[in-house]
C-alpha cells in the first residue's frame, strides 16, 4: 500500500460513505520529534481537522499511524500528531517491508511482546491524557505464530483500544492463504475490539473473514483499491439482508485512476511520478479484473501521463460487459 494510500486515494475511495474511517501510511519515527509539515504530508486532512479530528472531504474519520520502535520518541511525536489535531493513533506492528524491518520497525517488534507492550504504553500515556485513542496493527507473528496471543495481549495491556490484526505472519508476507481462525483465538484472548485484516478481495472473502474471525469489522487494504466498489458492496449486502450489487464496471475503475492523475496533477506532481503510481495501482486492479490485466499490459511501458490516461479512458473493442462478467467468475471462484 506504500506510496498509494495518501490524502487523495482517500477522498476517492470514501466519498460514497461506506468505509467507518481511513488510515494514514505510516509516520516513520526514530527518536526525533518530527515537525507539523511531515504530519501534514502524510495526512492533509489535518489542515481542516475539527474537534472530531480530520477527515475527508466526504466526512470520513482519518487514523494517523505511526511506526517506530523507541518508546520516548512515539510518544513526543504523538504528543506533535495531538497538537495538530489527530484524534486517533494507530501504532504499526505489521508492515513486513525487509528495509522497516531491518531498522527496527513493523513486526520486526512482533519477536519481543515486552517490547509491544512498552511501545503501545508509552504512547497510551499521551493519548490518555488528551482523550485521544489509540490502536494496534498486529500481523500473528514474525517467522511463526507463536507469539500471536502474548503480543496481542502486550497490546490490550500497554493500552491500545483496539487491535488490527493481519492473518498472516511477517514471513509469509501477503501469501495466500491468511489464516483468520488465527483471528478467533486473539478475539478470545483479549477484551478490547478485534478487526480482521488480510486477503478480503470480494464480498465471500469477507463473509469468510468474519466467520472464521469472529470479528464484527474488517479492515480492507489492497481489495479496495482492486474494487472500488468493495466497502459499498460489503455494506450494501448488510443493509439490504442479502442484495448483491452488480460487478464493478472498468468504467467506475477507470474514472477513479483518471480522477486520482488530476488530483496530482492539479497538486503539481511530476508526470512520471503520477503515472508510476497510476501504474502501481492498476497493477493491483488487474489481478482481479480482466480489463484492468489487459490495460496493464497495453500501458505498462508507457511514461508519459496523457497517453496513459488517454489508453485508460479508451473503451476501444472491449467492454465492460466482459470486464464484469470475468469479475464476477473470479469471485465466485474465491468463494470456492
Given amino acids: ?28 519515527v526514530v527518536d526525533a520529534r518530527l515537525p507539523p509539515r511531515v504530519f501534514l504530508r502524510h495526512c492533509p486532512e489535518l489542515a481542516t481537522a475539527g474537534s472530531t479530528g480530520p477527515v475527508t472531504p466526504s466526512a470520513t474519520p482519518v487514523t ?12 513526543a511525536n504523538a504528543e506533535q500528531a495531538i497538537s495538530q489535531g489527530a484524534r486517533r493513533l494507530d501504532l504499526n506492528f505489521g508492515c513486513p517491508a525487509k528495509t522497516v524491518n531491518r531498522h527496527d520497525g513493523g513486526a520486526s ?12 504504553g508509552a504512547v497510551a500515556e499521551v493519548s490518555q491524557r488528551h482523550g485521544v485513542s489509540v490502536n494496534a496493527k498486529l500481523r500473528l507473528g ?22 488490527v490484526v493481519h492473518a498472516r505472519t511477517r514471513r509469509e508476507g501477503y501469501r495466500p492463504p491468511a489464516h483468520w481462525e488465527w483471528i478467533a483465538r486473539i478475539r478470545a484472548d483479549v ?7 488480510g486477503d478480503i478481495w470480494s464480498l465471500e472473502d469477507y463473509w469468510k473473514a468474519r466467520t472464521l474471525s469472529g470479528c464484527r469489522d474488517v479492515m480492507l487494504g489492497r481489495g479496495m483499491l482492486a474494487d472500488p466498489w468493495l466497502a459499498r458492496r460489503i455494506r450494501h449486502w448488510l443493509e439490504t439482508g442479502g442484495e448483491r450489487l ?3 464496471p472498468w468504467s467506475a475503475r477507470s474514472d477513479m485512476l483518471i480522477r486520482y492523475a488530476d488530483a496530482k496533477r492539479d497538486a503539481g506532481m511530476a508526470e512520471k511520478v503520477i503515472v ?13 479484473d480482466s480489463e484492468a490485466a489487459a490495460r496493464f499490459t497495453a500501458l505498462r ?29 473470479a469471485s465466485s471462484t474465491l468463494a470456492g
Fill in 246 to 248: 452488480p460487478p464493478t
Fill in 142 to 163: 514474525f517467522d511463526d505464530k507463536r507469539l500471536a496471543l502474548a503480543c496481542a495481549q502486550a497490546a490490550e495491556a500497554g493500552g491500545a483500544e483496539e487491535l
Fill in 1 to 28: 500500500m506504500e506510496g498509494v494510500i495518501d490524502g487523495d486515494t482517500r477522498a476517492l475511495l470514501s466519498e460514497d460513505g461506506a468505509l467507518d474511517w481511513c488510515v494514514t501510511e505510516f509516520v516513520r
Fill in 109 to 120: 517488534l512482533l519477536r519481543t511482546p515486552e517490547r509491544v507492550y512498552a511501545v503501545v
Fill in 276 to 288: 508510476s503510481l497510476l501504474k502501481q495501482w492498476l497493477n493491483i486492479m488487474r489481478g482481479r
Fill in 191 to 197: 477484551r478490547v475490539p478485534v478487526v480482521a485484516n
Fill in 64 to 75: 494517523l499511524q505511526l511506526l517506530g520502535s523507541d518508546p520516548r520518541g512515539l510518544a
Fill in 301 to 329: 511501458r508507457e511514461t508519459a501521463l496523457a497517453p496513459f490516461v488517454a489508453g485508460l479512458s479508451d473503451l476501444g473493442s472491449r467492454s465492460d460487459s466482459t470486464s464484469s462478467g470475468t469479475a464476477a467468475h
